[in-house]
């Protein structure tokens, strides 16, 4: 039986296979604790059980790593784990209806085009001055310093920025400070010592 590719590429011209979604992704899925509360989130993308999940290797590292993060003082947590197809559509579909098609070009992808849908990627956040939403970045595009901080652990833990700032036309996404994939420890490193995405990444592998 095929096993999990932690290496995939999934974007906007690179569909999941409907057959590997529903043979490998779909069990390989577990529950997690969001630390946060997300019920906006699961009413906004039709997540009817009110449940966070991930692919379950991402699970243990992510657990791993927000442990991490607490012993150097940042309180990591989940905003938006795996989605099902249909919660992805839903979701397209309440930014296409809220914000119009531009900003959703950059934001969301279409059902089977998403990480979300693979369950190795997450929107995380950080809870700073009392508040959750501590991961986002100020009206002039600029993170601060312990979202700076987490971004340099993510490869020891298997996990890159998987759309980084200065990288939007490469990957067809506005810069996402709280996206963050796994992909396993040797490609996360490699990926992150020479500030590729993962398009350059299989750009260079296919020379």
Same mark, same amino acid.
């Given at each position: 039986m ?7 590429l999934?974007?906007k011209?690179?569909k999941?296979?409907?057959q590997?979604?529903?043979?490998i992704?779909?069990p390989s899925i577990?529950?997690v604790?969001?630390t ?8 906004t993308?039709g997540?009817?059980?009110?449940k966070?999940?991930?692919? =379950?290797e991402?699970?243990k590292?992510?657990?791993?790593m927000?442990?991490?993060?607490g012993?150097n ?6 905003t ?6 249909e919660?992805?559509e839903?979701?397209?579909?309440y930014?296409l209806? =809220?914000k119009?098609?531009e900003f959703?070009?950059k934001?969301?992808?279409l ?5 979300h849908?693979?369950?190795?990627a997450?929107d995380?956040?950080?809870f700073?001055n009392?508040r959750?939403?501590g991961?986002?970045p ?6 601060? =310093?312990?979202?700076?901080?987490l971004?340099?652990?993510l490869?020891k833990f ?6 980084p700032?200065?990288?939007e036309?490469?990957?067809e996404?506005k ?12 490609l996360?490193?490699?990926i992150?010592e020479n500030n ?8 260079e592998?296919? =020379?």
């Amino acid at each position: 039986m095929e096993s999990t590719n932690y290496e995939i590429l999934v974007n906007k011209t690179h569909k999941i296979d409907d057959q590997y979604f529903k043979e490998i992704i779909e069990p390989s899925i577990v529950e997690v604790d969001p630390t946060k509360n997300n019920e906006i989130v699961y009413k906004t993308f039709g997540i009817k059980e009110s449940k966070t999940y991930l692919e =379950k290797e991402t699970a243990k590292h992510y657990k791993e790593m927000k442990e991490y993060a607490g012993k150097n003082g940042i309180i990591l947590g989940i905003t938006s784990g795996y989605l099902s197809f249909e919660q992805q559509e839903v979701k397209y579909n309440y930014f296409l209806q =809220k914000k119009g098609i531009e900003f959703t070009k950059k934001s969301a992808c279409l059902p089977g085009y998403s990480e979300h849908n693979t369950g190795l990627a997450m929107d995380c956040d950080i809870f700073r001055n009392g508040r959750w939403a501590g991961i986002a970045p100020d009206k002039d595009g600029n993170i601060n =310093k312990e979202t700076a901080w987490l971004h340099t652990i993510l490869h020891k833990f298997g996990f890159i920025l998987r759309y980084p700032k200065g990288k939007e036309a490469i990957a067809e996404m506005k810069f996402e400070p709280w996206h963050i994939r796994y992909v396993g420890k040797d490609l996360a490193k490699y990926i992150f010592e020479n500030n590729l995405t993962l398009e350059e990444y299989y750009e260079e592998k296919s =020379k």
